[in-house]
């Protein structure tokens, strides 16, 4: 089966693009005012509104299936690709990529995967930016479900030969810490994980890191307030290394991670990136060293891995060294589709935890692939995508989830 027609579209992402390098190294700022020049190359501002292009791959019974090319949140930081501007590569999907897909075969997800993930020799043996990898095999997958009258799960489910997950995959909601109702609104809903709350500089977590605790304490709180006794969810918080900063030694850092423990009781706590190093080889020695220690003491702190965690090969090697708990794997950084699918069954093998992400810069498009991914590949939670309104997110991942399970489950019965 061959494409009939291939459209780009550019379009706006979920969320921003943020300049992490500045953010970091300034001493205080505004994210939406441009009070602080951008230190990471591409960006022209340190917040910029987020763009994707939509690869729609038209089929010969007149459909359209689709995929988005999307780039993280903090495009160019710890090891990943640069800025994803759309503009600059829509000549290469005019000149390049377009015949290529015009002469594929899509009736198979995974040949076609692997191609496009690799490096091309029309770029001088370059490879393609992880978020046009992303948005090329999404389509793709999407193109092989509808040749073959089934879904996307199905599909991965055929070509690795998993079993599908018959309910949703954990949600972690994604909120705002300053949005009160915004939690509310996710405790209602009983979600499994929350908030996410992402404290991007040392001045969000305080002197010490009282902010923090304080707010881990009250975040604890509401849920009960609100929650009830019978309402469990494990509380998640992302640090992008400012713990690291504010704790340089590794036994302080411990100390304070298990006040935080104190603070989040009676729930679970997920610490992800506590520390962000300058490289990958140092930042997995001291996720290494923090974990063994947490461990020694009984510290009941889960770690997730995040930067310098970007390509299926660092994840190996994050999960090989059991540096983590837990891994994000972060779908847009891994390029093609096959290697967030790659990823999951890697760490399930190594018995390392696994959130099947990405970013809120993200799409409704790739959110709903990746509710196919999850149901085929059963990671241990999702991070609620796109946006950081987390109830849009939380439907279009969840109802996802359902309706893949129902008619996977309607194709079985078929079978008998």
Known sequence: MYLSDVQFVIGLSGYFVKDLQAVRQSPSYNPLIDNIRPRTPGFKNV??????????????????????????????????????IAEEHLPVFESIVKPWLLARNVTEFRPNAERV??????????????????????????????????TMAEIISREWGTELSRRPIDILASCHRNDSLQ????????????????????????????????????????IQERGGSEYQPRLHFDVYGTLGDV?????????????????????????????????????IWRLTELRALLQRHSIR???????????????????????????????????????SIDAVRYCQGKGVGCCLGGSANETDIS???????????KPDFLLSKPGIGADEGLMILTNEMLRASALASRTRANRL
């Open 367 to 377: 959110a709903r692939v990746t509710a196919h991914v999850a149901v085929a590949t």
């Open 183 to 222: 939690l509310d609104r996710m405790i209602m809903k009983r979600v499994a994980m929350l908030p996410h709350a992402s404290f991007v500089h040392v001045h969000d977590i305080g002197l010490k890191g009282m902010v923090l605790r304080e707010y881990v304490a009250a975040v604890s709180r509401r």
């Open 301 to 339: 702190v889960w770690i997730v891995a995040d930067e310098w965690c970007n390509t299926l090969d660092d994840i190996r090697e994050f999960a090989d060294a059991g540096a983590v708990d837990y891994v994000q794997i972060k779908m847009p950084d891994l390029g093609g589709v096959h290697n």
């Open 247 to 283: 704790f340089p030694d590794i036994g302080e850092l411990a100390r304070f991670l298990s006040e935080l423990q104190q603070a989040a009781q009676p729930y679970d706590l997920l610490i992800e990136s506590p520390i962000i190093a300058s490289s990958k080889a140092e930042q």
């Open 47 to 84: 917040v910029q509104a987020g763009q994707i292009i939509s690869v729609l791959l038209h089929l010969p019974n007149g459909s359209v299936v689709v995929g988005d090319c999307a780039d993280v949140i903090f495009s160019g930081a710890a090891s990943r690709d640069p800025l994803f």
């Open 117 to 150: 993930d690799a490096p091309w020799p029309e770029l001088q043996h370059a490879r393609l930016h992880s978020a046009i990898r992303y948005g090329l095999t999404q389509a793709l997958l999407a193109a092989a479900a509808s040749v073959c009258g089934c």
